[in-house]
């Protein structure tokens, strides 16, 4: 019986365009070295080696010596599916390895139909298949049997994950419905990049951008937007990273010194690793004395900081100067599901380095300490916490930035905004302040994650701004406050988007109530995007945002997010709609652009 085994292959290329391809000990899949044996449809993509397929053909023989005979004849082709999922790229979901609060599954989550109709034959397989007991003694009630077996997450059940549309509907442009929502038109500004993971500037008045790439080059851009032709900064050789889709290590970002125009200084966080041994590392490096368009590659004498990661996801990535000069660093809480190490995890563990924001100061270095601790940190003094904390109780943010303040007044001058990568149910934007705790792994949004932990009144945690549940997104990408000159009606608005949904959103606070309205941000239609230059289409894996020196909104995304494929674009949002008003502009390119600390 083939079963849904049956074009699997096929069905497996439009799989590979998703972040959550994860397998079940958290590292990313792979091509195996040679094609599996047993296993075969996970030959180009998976997460076996010929070992492990090896391992799953012994138990399917083992199987097949204990069924009877006439139940084997009817029954073996779902054995085989049902073990092949170990091998699947979505394995770490199918056997719900992202829940900690429950055992890891003999048999990977199923969808209903698929169960029902494999209950009416073969459920007496389950004896041999599985040594829960639970399962055993459920075998006689069809529907308890089969909710035992699904998954919360029906998105990613066996075998409608192979086909399912909210997984695959969005590998094409995302060309948003414009009803009851904002609609922006966007500006190709980039593209033919490799998973574009940082657009940042140098705040030196040149007004230059660089793009960063996950594979470990750094382009720059000329204010006429061509690109030159050398990479301004090239580690691809240091960097840690792969082809496949799911890999969350890499070069993962970037920040120049707000003295840049004096001292040349930049840095940089990427992955590193040997063998099985993996950390992040952040690195010092100089401009060359002798091209302003390119990095002295042998100026990496200042590893700043390395920290050890235990699994390969979460990572973080994000770097930011604050307008103290000082710089900001957020880490990931070392990955695998429910931060799972030490009694209360890394997150709230304030020894530990990971799931935390960090603040250290990096001026005065040269004949000194690589860094130094900034007297205000909050647990300076505190012998059982690390003084770089500056805030804890994160889990992977990805992607922050510090709002520069209304043009005209400078009202939210220096908030620290941050989204933060949710585990099962809900992804968060969180304002980040000194000192503060951020919940994780106590709280997911606004629910508790783990009760205990979170009905503990130490805690003292602080909810986030905002928090949306799985049906509209599963990964959080942070943006920015926008304050640029040329929309001035977008202003205060606070822009960021999901990478697994491709949908862009918004956040504007309340005027004196703290609270934040959401509004969904869509593609303007019709008349609204057809001036020259401008589109109402986009690829859907939002990786990133950027700000230019003006303030400008951009945003990077890509069709398959992969290290290596060039599918990356750069976007310009403009804000084109006819019958909008436009308020008169307060501010002007000059004015607009962050301080340089002299």
């Given at each position: 019986r083939a079963g849904p085994r049956a074009g699997a292959l096929l069905a497996l290329r439009a799989l590979l365009a998703l972040r959550a391809l994860r397998c079940l000990d958290f590292r990313p899949p792979f091509r195996?070295?040679?094609?599996?044996?047993?296993?075969?449809?996970?030959?180009?993509?998976?997460?076996?080696?010929?070992?492990?397929?090896?391992?799953l053909a012994r138990r399917f023989g083992a199987l097949a010596a204990r069924v009877d005979a006439a139940v084997w004849a009817a029954c073996a082709g779902y054995a085989l599916d049902l073990l092949c999922q170990e091998c699947s790229p979505y394995a770490a979901h199918l056997y719900d390895a992202e829940d900690p609060s429950t055992p890891l599954r003999t048999v990977p989550g199923l969808c209903q139909d698929y169960c029902l109709d494999m209950w009416q034959t073969c459920r007496g397989l389950f004896r041999h298949f599985s040594p829960d007991r639970v399962l055993w003694s459920l075998e006689g009630n069809r529907a308890k049997f089969c909710h035992y077996l699904s998954l919360d997450?029906?998105?990613?059940?066996?075998?409608?994950?192979?086909?399912?549309?909210?997984?695959?509907?969005?590998?094409?442009?995302?060309?948003?419905?414009?009803?009851?929502?904002?609609?922006?038109?966007?500006?190709?500004?980039?593209?033919?990049?490799?998973?574009?993971?940082?657009?940042?500037?140098?705040?030196?008045?040149?007004?230059?951008?660089?793009?960063?790439?996950?594979v470990g080059l750094v382009w720059a851009y000329l204010p006429d937007r061509s690109r030159l032709e050398k990479p301004f900064l090239n580690i691809s050789r240091a960097v840690l990273t792969s082809p496949w889709e799911g890999d969350e290590r890499g070069f993962l970002g970037i920040a120049f010194h707000p003295r840049f125009r004096h001292n040349r200084k930049l840095y940089v966080y990427y992955s590193v690793g040997v063998s099985f041994d993996e950390w992040i590392r952040i690195s010092e490096f100089r401009v060359s004395e002798d091209d302003e368009n390119a990095v002295d590659h042998g100026s990496e004498r200042w590893i700043i900081l390395e920290i050890e990661e235990p699994a390969s996801n979460h990572n973080g990535g994000q770097l930011l100067f604050?307008?103290?000069?000082?710089?900001y660093i957020f880490t990931g809480d070392g990955g695998m599901a429910g931060d799972p190490f030490g009694k209360f995890g890394n997150a709230q563990n304030k020894s530990a380095l990971l799931g935390k924001v960090l603040r250290i100061d990096v001026d005065r270095n040269e004949r000194g300490p690589l860094y130094r601790i900034p007297r205000d940190n909050p647990f300076v003094g505190d012998p059982a916490a690390r003084p770089e904390v500056y805030a804890l109780g994160v889990r992977n943010m990805w992607r922050c930035s510090f709002d520069r303040g209304d043009p005209a007044s400078g009202a939210g001058r220096g908030r620290l905004f941050c989204g933060d990568v949710g585990q099962n149910k809900f992804e968060e934007v969180d304002l980040v302040e000194r000192g503060r705790n951020y919940g994780w792994r106590a709280r997911e949004g606004f629910e508790c994650y783990d009760h205990k932990l979170c009905a503990n009144a130490s805690l003292d945690d602080v909810?986030?701004?905002?928090?949306?549940?799985?049906?509209?997104?599963?990964?959080?990408?942070?943006?920015?406050?926008?304050?640029?000159?040329?929309?001035?009606?977008?202003?205060?608005?606070?822009?960021?988007?999901?990478?697994?949904?491709?949908?862009?959103m918004s956040l504007r606070e309340k005027t004196g109530t703290g609270q934040w309205q959401y509004s969904e941000i869509c593609m303007g239609r019709g008349q609204t995007c057809l001036f020259p230059g401008l589109i109402n289409n986009y690829y859907p894996h939002i990786i990133s945002?950027?700000?230019?020196?003006?303030?400008?909104?951009?945003?990077?995304?890509?069709?398959?997010?992969s290290a290596t494929a060039a599918r990356g674009v750069v976007y310009k949002a403009t804000n084109s709609v006819p019958g909008d008003v436009l308020t008169p502009s307060v501010c002007n390119p000059s004015t607009s652009q962050l301080p340089v600390l002299q």
């Open positions: 195996p070295p040679q094609p599996l044996r047993f296993c075969a449809q996970y030959s180009a993509f998976g997460c076996c080696a010929p070992e492990q397929d090896a391992a997450d029906a998105d990613y059940c066996f075998p409608h994950l192979l086909v399912n549309e909210n997984l695959n509907a969005n590998l094409g442009r995302v060309v948003a419905d414009a009803k009851g929502c904002l609609q922006l038109c966007l500006e190709e500004v980039a593209n033919g990049l490799r998973n574009p993971v940082a657009m940042v500037h140098a705040r030196d008045g040149t007004h230059r951008f660089f793009v960063a790439e996950q604050g307008d103290d000069g000082y710089l909810l986030p701004i905002f928090a949306y549940p799985h049906k509209m997104g599963k990964s959080v990408t942070g943006g920015y406050v926008y304050r640029g000159c040329e929309y001035p009606n977008l202003n205060g608005l606070y822009i960021f988007g999901d990478f697994m949904s491709g949908r862009l945002f950027a700000e230019d020196e003006a303030g400008e909104l951009y945003f990077m995304s890509t069709g398959v997010p």
